[in-house]
């Protein structure tokens, strides 16, 4: 698990607003199912949120086809928002085949197909969550994800 900081460029994204972890404190936490490299690696889940375009979170070798996850924790419930935003390292290839978007752990709230450079995904009530999982359930290799947002488009 790490701790992040919010990156300064969440803070703006073409009107669509970040949404904190809590209202005095921008610190969410990073969980995802393993590393390539451990937790001290080149490829950590800090990688996600740390605002570097260049960097990403790929899981361990070892891991099963299918079995690949990242969660955002410790988010403010009272928090609303209505958008996701994947974005996979685009320069090693696509890989995300087909993935799904839980809130809550529970509530599947999009499937999707492929990811690509960007891809945002429109809830259509904002929701409020703990936590949000990208499940990815099929790729070409190990998926390559090199940042996940939650936004809040007033214009929704």
Known sequence: MA????????????????VPASPSATL???????ERGGKWGAFTANNV??????TYWTPAKEEKKGG???ELRGLNPRSK??????EEAIWMGKRIRRHM?????????????TVGHKRLYR???PVAARRVR???????????????????????
């Open 68 to 70: 690949f996850w990242i």
């Open 101 to 113: 978007v839980y809130v809550d752990e529970h509530v599947v709230v999009r499937n999707g197909t």
């Open 123 to 125: 809830i259509r009530r």
């Open 134 to 156: 990208i499940r990815v359930l099929k790729s070409r290799g190990p998926p390559l994800l090199s940042a996940l947002g939650l936004h809040f488009d007033p214009y929704g």
């Open 28 to 34: 969410f936490v990073v969980k995802v199912s393993s």
């Open 3 to 18: 701790s992040i900081q919010k990156p300064p460029f969440f803070s703006s994204f073409v009107g669509i607003q970040y």
């Open 49 to 54: 949120a740390d605002g570097e375009a260049r």
């Open 81 to 86: 928002f209505n958008v996701v935003r994947i």
